[in-house]
């Protein structure tokens, strides 16, 4: 049988400001069209289905036609919560969603939920986990407390049916011991939220999410990664969908290549080296590494980089660096408000209120004052 595994979608997210809703848009018509060519048995998504917990609600459309679609294909899909989601909103008509083959584990509370998939290849459990934290966990179960995430993890495994399936999935979203996180993801900080690979030994495949770099911290424990890239610290990783066999022979992971409207990369060299550098639409940080940088470098580089997200100079052993918004985002702000911006940058300081004044007549001579 065949499995699609995805997550982290995100939906509704910006970087730095720019929409990524077209990004996402394109990126789950691609995962359509991989689940129909494959012929797969199920979707498996392993949350942060959204990327916060009250999404716009252009998100909610685009989850909704995407879920719509698989299920007029017959796709049947699994779904649990993040810690980007909101259980309530997610689970919102669950038992419906079930009727139309979409099934939903949002509240961790409930505890693992195990879902049944029938196959001509055989039967397969699918237990479901949704990000969970350990001290509301042990309220839910009445319990005193657990010291760490893993032994929550070890008491929600307890419950976890077994001999009555051919093969015995896990959908999680929690962190592994030993992975490696992105920019774009809440920081781990210790070892309290980690958990052993180990615990997971006794499944023949466990889907994951939380970490957006795609990785395999043990045999047949998977991270499917996000879809698109999310921040720098991604770029060049090559985002996938990951197809998984499972038959008599073991388990078969494959990664499927995803590809997005707009690359996310980064650009370094002079001025006169990055202006030479061919036009692009991609998503680009621009590192310049002149000694002396003209005032207007910035929207010089838009010229050849449209899409400029960030913004640095390293020189000199020392670096500074700036988020450039959306053309459109510039447009939208005050002159007087961009001035002071930028001055900061140019010259590491608040411009004074001389300075203030200077450009409030500049602009106001120009007509451009609000």
């Known amino acids: 049988m065949k499995l699609l595994h995805i997550a982290d979608l995100h939906l509704g997210k910006r970087v730095f400001a720019y929409s990524m809703l077209e990004e996402q848009r394109a990126v789950l018509a691609q995962i359509k069209a991989l689940a129909l060519a494959e012929g797969i048995d199920a979707l498996l998504i392993a949350g942060d289905v959204y990327d916060r917990t009250v999404p716009p609600a252009e998100a909610t459309v685009l989850l909704s036609d995407f879920l719509t679609a698989l299920s007029a294909a017959q796709i049947p899909v699994y779904l649990i919560a993040g810690n980007h989601d909101s259980a309530e909103r997610l689970a919102f008509a669950a038992p419906l969603l079930a009727d139309s083959g979409v099934f939903v584990a949002a509240d961790p509370a409930v505890g693992l939920q195990t879902r049944y998939l029938d196959t001509e290849e055989g039967r397969v459990a699918i237990h479901m986990l949704p990000h969970f934290r350990p001290a509301e966990l042990a309220h839910a179960m009445g319990k005193e407390g657990f010291a760490d995430s893993a032994a929550a993890l070890s008491a929600l495994l ?45 499944f023949d495949y466990v889907a994951l ?6 990785q395999s911290p043990d045999r047949n424990i998977v991270y499917a990664g996000s879809p698109l890239c999310y921040s720098f610290s991604e770029a060049g ?121 200077l450009m409030r007549r500049v602009l106001s001579d120009a007509e451009v004052l609000e």
């Open 158 to 202: 307890a419950e976890a049916p077994r001999g009555v399936a051919d093969y015995h999935v896990l959908l999680a979203h929690l962190f592994v011991a030993g992975s490696e996180s992105s920019d774009s993801e809440a920081p781990v900080i210790g070892t309290v939220d980690a958990v052993p690979a180990g615990l997971l030994a006794d």
């Open 209 to 214: 999410g939380h970490l957006h770099r795609p």
């Open 237 to 357: 990783q090559g985002k996938s969908a990951v197809l998984v066999t499972l038959d008599e022979k073991g388990t078969d992971v494959r990664r499927l290549p995803l590809t997005p409207i707009h690359a996310m990369r980064e650009v370094r060299g002079t001025m006169q080296e990055l202006t030479a550098m061919p036009y692009s639409e991609d998503y680009i940080r621009a590192v310049v590494t002149d000694e002396d940088v003209v005032p207007d470098a910035c929207l010089t580089l838009r010229a050849n980089f449209p899409n400029l997200m960030r913004f640095a100079v390293e020189s000199g052993g020392t670096s500074t660096e700036e988020i450039v918004a959306p053309t459109e985002a510039i447009a939208s702000r005050a002159p007087l408000d961009l001035f002071a911006e930028h001055f900061l940058f140019q010259n590491g300081e608040e411009p004074s209120e001389a300075h203030m004044a």
